[in-house]
């Protein structure tokens, strides 16, 4: 499966971002797909997941209330709509998928098996 993520950039305090991630080569209604970011001199971190069945989602306490993601399965295609962006969200964000992940590792960069190439989001004060 290749990830391809796009539409970061950058924006003030307050601003709303929408991600989107497109997957090929895959069948994408398969895969739990999520987003991660990293930020710079910090690990990578769990954003965000939506399960590939039963239309579970699970967020990071730090963007809950404020990102949502969705998924298109026709489209092969995960979002991540972003708003009250704050400058501690400036980050490099990926978008990942895995099969199989166990619920109590959805939140694990080892547990997801292919990654997109990520997109820059900045937010300025």
């Known amino acids: 499966v290749q990830l391809q993520a796009s539409g970061g950039g950058s924006v003030r305090a307050g601003g709303s971002l929408r991600l989107s991630c497109v997957a090929s080569?895959?069948?994408?209604?398969?895969?739990?797909v999520g987003w991660f970011r990293q930020a710079p001199g910090k690990e990578r971190e769990f954003v965000a997941v939506f399960r590939r069945s039963g239309g579970y989602t699970y967020y990071a306490d730090s963007v809950k209330g404020r990102f949502t993601i969705s998924r298109d399965n026709a489209k092969a295609t995960v979002y991540l709509q972003m708003i009250s962006l704050k400058p501690e969200d400036t980050a490099i964000y990926y978008c990942?998928?895995?099969?199989?992940?166990?619920?109590?590792?959805?939140?694990?960069?080892?547990?997801?098996?292919?990654w997109g190439q990520g997109t820059q989001v900045t937010v300025s004060s």
């Open positions: 080569g895959g069948t994408f209604s398969t895969y739990d």
């Open positions: 990942a998928a895995g099969r199989r992940i166990i619920l109590s590792m959805q939140r694990e960069v080892e547990a997801y098996d292919y």
